[in-house]
């Protein structure tokens, strides 16, 4: 069993930065693939970031390429999101992820959440 928690989220201006982390618990963190998807209001949730256990694959989706970057600390048990440049349409409740079984992109094929972290861009 994994529990994820998230933190890092909160009110920002446009074109500024939020780091967000998400700490996990279990000793197979390092074996895990894991990840970001995000839900705003009234939207489907939707993939943010991914990064493979072993550090050698990320993906990012088209919206956030150039702007975010996915990293992990295995041996600190912590997932990072580093969002530069946000924009009012980053807005949404970000989840931290892990545990994939198939394509990185879809929310279906991770075990574990976080219970996700607000993040709101002003404009």
């Known amino acids: 069993q994994v529990q994820l928690v998230e933190s890092g989220g909160g009110l920002v201006q446009a074109g500024g930065s939020l780091r967000l982390s998400c700490a996990a618990s279990g000793r197979t963190f390092s074996s895990y693939d894991m990840g970001w998807f995000r839900q705003a209001p009234g939207k489907e949730r939707e993939f943010v970031a991914a990064?493979?256990?072993?550090?050698?694959?990320?993906y990012y989706a088209d919206s956030v390429k150039g702007r975010f970057t996915i990293s992990r600390d295995n041996a600190k048990n912590t997932l990072y999101l580093q969002m530069n440049s946000l924009k009012p349409e980053d807005t949404a409740v970000y989840y931290c992820?892990?545990?994939?079984?198939?394509?990185?992109?879809?929310?279906?094929?991770?075990?574990?959440w976080g219970q996700g972290t607000q993040v709101t861009v002003s404009s």
């Open positions: 990064i493979s256990w072993s550090l050698r694959n990320r």
């Open positions: 992820v892990a545990a994939r079984s198939g394509s990185y992109y879809s929310s279906s094929e991770y075990k574990y």
